[in-house]
């Protein structure tokens, strides 16, 4: 039977043998990809777009080799993880204080560039984890080893960039876009989160 | 999965990160991700200069201050060629951070030349920003000790990482030190103003080139090759039937 990435679930074979493998090459294929967008993107690879764009189109070359073809997104799914996103946003503004300032950052064109790529790079992230590697594990050990697997695959991805400090935060960042996963059954709603929240955070 | 437990890991992992947020120091991002926008670095005695800023604040007593934020470019705008992006030092103020009860006051915020003596064992990076506060008569003013001021300062390069040292009463204090979001911000929590650098621990001299040092090509030849080795296998396994 062939499912959808989107509404339901990838193609996936019942053999939990097969998924688990697919599992173990998906993660080699991450591990990778992360560590080419570090040496490529030298010697600050969290400010290089070039290096941002080749590794979102990795994770998704990664992600169509298992066989994802993403459903289209229903307008709810989009909504719900948007208004998911908005809501952790004013969850960190509340508990972080005022310490806001919403303040132009870059010329507009640049900020379209970058807009287009953190995007691009976000739901590249998200069919890849939340879309090819959450239903690979969920086939091979269940949605909760697929949660806490794709969580910590998020959060470990970001360490090259960011440092050790950034796992506490990217793994809740990941079990909240996982659970999106889990109560919508595609990937629309965690990569509407994401999507927003990296945009909203970019432009502080 | 049944949605009332999908609901509760949606609630529980959003009060676990409030409370890591709050454990946070201020300026730090609601996640670590995305990519940052950043112009070339600006060093003192180079074109164009680093910014300065200073900011005159009313007097205020421990509980009517306003958490304040000052950054290198003070009210800059975008277009402006001075205009800093990101600014490339930053300081946050809490309410009671300051106390100055019946005087104005002015923080500052300026770029300075490099001490004579740095960290034995460690290598500068960047600018030195002398941060400080002096009332209308001269008055210097520190931070108060349970509400200390957070300060950010970019860095030339995010890697290797950073960490925070200040410059007061001639010698210089180590600060922890967390990334601040986009890869080459970092920030401490001081109990002092003073002069602030970031350093990294490079055994002397400068930073190797871009692409010096490791071997970068081969490590890249390599991580391609891992990158097709998966994609093919995992066609492969698309592909062949299962059992």
Not at chain 1, 22 to 39: E, I, N, V, W
Not at chain 1, 120 to 143: C, I, M, P, T
Not at chain 1, 168 to 179: A, E, H, K
Request: net charge neutral; charged share 10%.
């Amino acid at each position: 039977m062939r499912h959808h990435c989107g509404a339901v679930l990838i193609s996936l074979p019942r053999h939990a043998g097969r998924s688990a493998t697919r599992a173990l090459l998906l993660l080699a294929g991450l591990a990778a990809a992360a560590s080419l967008r570090t040496l490529i993107g030298r010697p600050d690879p969290a400010a290089s777009l070039p290096a941002a764009l080749l590794f979102a189109g990795l994770l998704s070359a990664l992600a169509a080799a298992t066989g994802v073809r993403p459903a289209r997104p229903r307008i709810q799914h989009l909504v719900a993880g948007a208004a998911a996103g908005l809501a952790l946003f004013a969850v960190w503004a509340t508990v972080t204080g005022s310490w806001i300032v919403i303040r132009p950052e870059a010329p507009r064109a640049e900020l379209l560039v970058w807009s287009v790529v953190v995007s691009l790079v976000a739901v590249a992230e998200e069919v890849l984890l939340r879309g090819a590697l959450f239903s690979a594990v969920a086939a091979a050990g269940g949605e909760a080893a697929a949660l806490v697997a794709t969580s910590l695959a998020f959060a470990l991805i970001h360490v090259p960039l960011y440092g050790w400090q950034a796992v506490p935060v990217d793994l809740g960042i990941g079990f909240v876009l996982g659970s999106l996963r889990l109560l919508s059954g595609g990937v629309a709603a965690p990569a509407a989160a994401h999507a927003l929240l990296d945009l909203l955070a970019g432009c502080l | 999965m049944n949605r009332r437990v999908a609901l509760a890991l949606l609630a529980l992992p959003t009060a676990a990160l409030a409370a890591v947020w709050h454990a946070l120091p201020a300026a730090s991002p609601p996640l670590y991700d995305g990519v940052c926008l950043s112009d070339p670095y600006r060093l003192l005695g180079h074109t164009p200069a680093p910014n300065a800023a200073s900011h005159v604040f009313g007097p205020v007593s421990d509980d009517n201050f306003m958490p304040s934020e000052l950054t290198s470019d003070g009210t800059l705008m975008v277009g402006d060629p001075r205009y800093e992006n990101p600014p490339q030092a930053d300081v946050l103020l809490t309410t009671g951070t300051l106390v100055s009860p019946t005087e104005p006051f002015t923080l500052s915020i300026t770029p300075v030349p490099s001490p004579a003596t740095l960290p034995a064992g460690w290598t500068l990076d960047g600018n030195v920003y002398r941060v400080g506060a002096v009332t209308s008569s001269g008055v210097q003013l520190q931070p108060q000790s349970k509400d200390p001021a957070t300060v950010l300062l970019r860095a030339t390069a995010s890697n290797p990482p950073k960490t925070l040292f200040v410059l007061y009463g001639g010698t210089w204090t180590r600060l922890q030190t967390v990334n601040a979001g986009c890869g080459d911000t970092f920030e401490g929590v001081s109990k002092t103003f003073g002069d602030f650098a970031l350093f990294d621990q490079r055994a002397g001299g400068p930073a190797p080139p871009s692409g010096g040092g490791a071997p970068v090509i081969p490590i890249v030849v390599a991580l391609a090759v891992v990158v097709a080795l998966t994609f093919g296998g995992l066609l492969y396994l698309n592909r062949t039937p299962g059992r």
